[in-house]
């Protein structure tokens, strides 16, 4: 049996997974650990059958890609798997022009297999932060001088066409970051206490739309505006980090991104950092852990 923890690179990878019978032994292992569920009902027996598995309470066959992104796929697992391993170790991601290379397939398809591999990024976005807890927005977009009638561009919240995002960062802890309407205190305030918990400490910059949570929580500040950037213990430099990170990823690997589907790149950029003390070969295994969330073409290309 396979220990994923000695994986330390691509070709460990590709040596072992030669066939699509040893991805799907692994992957029965990683999704059912001996124990089969049936997808149509957990509570049925299972029998072992010539097309996988029989569920007996519906009658319904199934296998282990059944209800995961790998469900109907013609591409086999083998190069799913090189895929997932790729996007999940590059620090700054792939572009699906660049994968369709690599794995040999058209670009069309490795941008759907992107995309259905991003929707499990998801899982890792919705942590409760504790302690120490920064945050920020940024907008992401266009650059700010196509964004104006007279091309001069504009500055920080007064950006337009833009889409605002929040960024929130326990220290020495995880990120959660998603894509919100404005950056009024009716929209920070309920993302915030969702996201942190009441016992945190928060420290923002001066921004307005931050006035209400002082009442909910212990808040500091420091002021941009009067080139006040670290006071003692209170900055907002993790997050802010976190923003060059995530922007010079989406510029210079995927050059553009459109706002429906901007969430998706941002989910993957936050299971990447969450995940960035961990080896190559946990954040693959983790990532088939989450697989179970089946994306179909026609939801990708809808308007």
């Not at 991805?23 to 097309?51: A, L, M, Q």
């Not at 945190?200 to 209400?212: A, F, K, L, R, V």
């Not at 505006?225 to 989406?250: A, H, M, P, Q, S």
């Amino acid at each position: 049996m396979i220990d994923l923890k000695g994986f330390d690179s691509l070709i460990d990878l590709m040596c072992y997974f030669s066939n699509e019978e040893k991805c799907i032994e692994y992957f029965e292992r990683v999704r059912w650990n001996g124990n089969v569920v049936s997808p149509f009902d957990p509570t049925s027996k299972v029998h072992k059958c010539t097309k996988g598995y029989w569920c007996e309470k519906t009658n319904r066959t199934f296998n282990v890609k059944t209800r995961t992104i790998f469900e109907n796929t013609k591409i086999p697992l083998r190069k799913w798997f090189i895929a997932i391993w790729i996007i999940t170790s590059h620090k700054k991601g792939i572009s699906s022009v660049q994968l369709s290379k690599d794995i040999d397939v058209s670009q069309k398809t490795s941008w759907f297999m992107l995309q259905r591999i991003r929707k499990c990024f998801e899982n890792e976005n919705h942590s409760i932060l504790h302690n120490e807890v920064e945050i920020d927005e940024t907008y992401i977009g266009g650059k700010s001088k196509n964004n104006t009638c007279d091309g001069k561009g504009t500055q920080g919240r007064g950006i337009r066409k833009k889409t605002p995002v929040i960024g929130m960062i326990e220290r020495n802890g995880k990120l959660v970051s998603h894509i919100i309407p404005d950056a009024k205190a009716t929209t920070l305030t309920p993302a915030i206490t969702n996201t942190v918990d009441k016992t945190s400490t928060i420290y923002t910059d001066e921004w307005n739309g931050y006035n209400t949570i002082g009442k909910i929580y212990k808040h500091q500040r420091v002021r941009h505006k009067d080139k006040e950037f670290v006071r003692g213990n209170v900055y907002t430099n993790t997050i802010e980090n976190v923003w060059g990170l995530l922007k010079r990823g989406l510029v210079g690997i995927y050059h553009n991104t459109s706002k429906k589907h901007l969430q998706m790149y941002i989910d993957e950029f936050v299971f990447r950092y969450n995940t960035r003390d961990r080896k190559d070969s946990e954040r693959f295994k983790l990532l088939l852990t989450n697989t179970q969330k089946r994306l179909k073409y026609n939801e990708l290309i809808k308007p």
